[in-house]
């Protein structure tokens, strides 16, 4: 057991390192090919800050951890919005200034929604093609909106200073390849010992990847939001967030339909998406309000914290029930 516990703190701690030498790399490779900002941070930084759960995902299904898979994908969407916008907010109150975060929120809860509705009959590969076609959709929008909003949206502006240092294109294909590589060992390591510690505890591997595997995994977010908010990049943390939980529904639940198609327990329709369901619409109502301008106070980041803790608490009490 300590072995199993010491290789999943290892290897959550190399899957953090991996991915912010992944994302690094990767953004300046683009940046040398002239793609601007606030495209990169909209794809690459995005898609890289949810790079650990799409490999944990994807592993767990190779291997038929069908429950781990999906814990992970649902879990880091909780855990995003409880917890890291949580504990942001809690740091610094988060202010909505961008124009293009407003219009990313309601489809967030739209895809939210649909993936839920995909999941009553199981998830199988028609389920997993039809996530991958709608983000290589939301990823032509993406694009599209990056032109169209090019030096207009204050997101751009935040961008544009967080991206400001790049590393010289030797050394970027350095990180890329070395953070790819960490990234596939560390999730093959983590997916080894979550097996385990829940095999000896008894329980579902689904818990397992709610809880460690899903906050291990969301810890890039965390960090990624922690410093923007501190450098007052509010809209940059909150899209950290919001981009995250897109490509975690379109990218990482599409997982287990493509690679091992089951069905979806009772658990997870019935307590954990309508968790996903509920924070995410809460987030909607903050971040798109009609009667004043998007925010989340401190007050409300420790609303999002409680709910996240009483969550955790909920599926703890179940276990040793």
């Not at 953004?27 to 601007?36: C, M, Q």
């Not at 124009?99 to 967030?108: A, Q, S």
């Not at 000896?200 to 595997?213: K, N, P, R």
């Not at 409300?300 to 914290?305: A, F, S, Y």
């Amino acid at each position: 057991m300590m072995i199993n516990a010491v290789a999943l703190l290892g290897g959550l701690l190399l899957l953090v390192y991996s991915a912010d030498c992944f994302v690094d790399g990767a953004v300046s490779i683009a940046k040398t090919f002239g793609v601007s900002p606030l495209l990169i941070g909209l794809t690459i930084v995005g898609f890289g800050t949810s790079a650990p759960e799409i490999l944990v995902s994807g592993i767990a299904s190779w291997q038929g951890n069908f429950g781990l898979a999906i814990g992970n994908a649902l879990g880091s969407n909780i855990a995003n919005i409880g917890l890291i916008l949580g504990v942001t907010a809690l740091i610094s109150p988060l202010a909505f200034h961008s124009r293009l975060l407003k219009r990313e929120l309601p489809i967030l809860l739209v895809v939210s929604a649909i993936c839920y509705g995909l999941a009553f009959d199981g998830l199988s590969v028609i389920d997993g093609i039809i996530m991958i076609t709608g983000l290589l959709v939301f990823l032509w929008w993406l694009v599209f909106s990056a032109k169209s909003d090019m030096g207009k949206d204050i997101l751009a502006a935040e961008f544009e200073e967080e991206l400001s240092d790049g590393l010289p294109i030797h050394k970027a294909w350095l990180y890329f390849v070395l953070g790819l590589l960490g990234l596939l060992i560390s999730s093959k390591i983590i997916v080894w010992a979550a097996v385990n510690i829940a095999e000896y505890f008894g329980v579902s591997d689904l818990v397992i990847g709610l809880t460690i595997v899903a906050l291990g995994t969301s810890l890039p977010e965390l960090a990624a939001s922690i410093s923007s908010v501190l450098k007052n990049e509010d809209d940059l943390a909150v899209g950290n967030v919001i981009g995250s939980n897109m490509y975690n529904l379109l990218a990482v639940f599409s997982v287990p339909g493509l690679f091992a198609s089951g069905s979806v327990g009772e658990n997870v329709l019935y307590r954990d998406f309508p968790v996903m369901l509920g924070l995410t619409l809460l987030l909607f109502v903050l971040g798109f309000s009609f009667f004043r301008p998007g925010k989340i106070s401190r007050f409300e980041g420790g609303i999002l914290v409680l709910c996240y803790v009483t969550y955790q608490g909920l599926i703890c009490q179940l276990v040793m029930a």
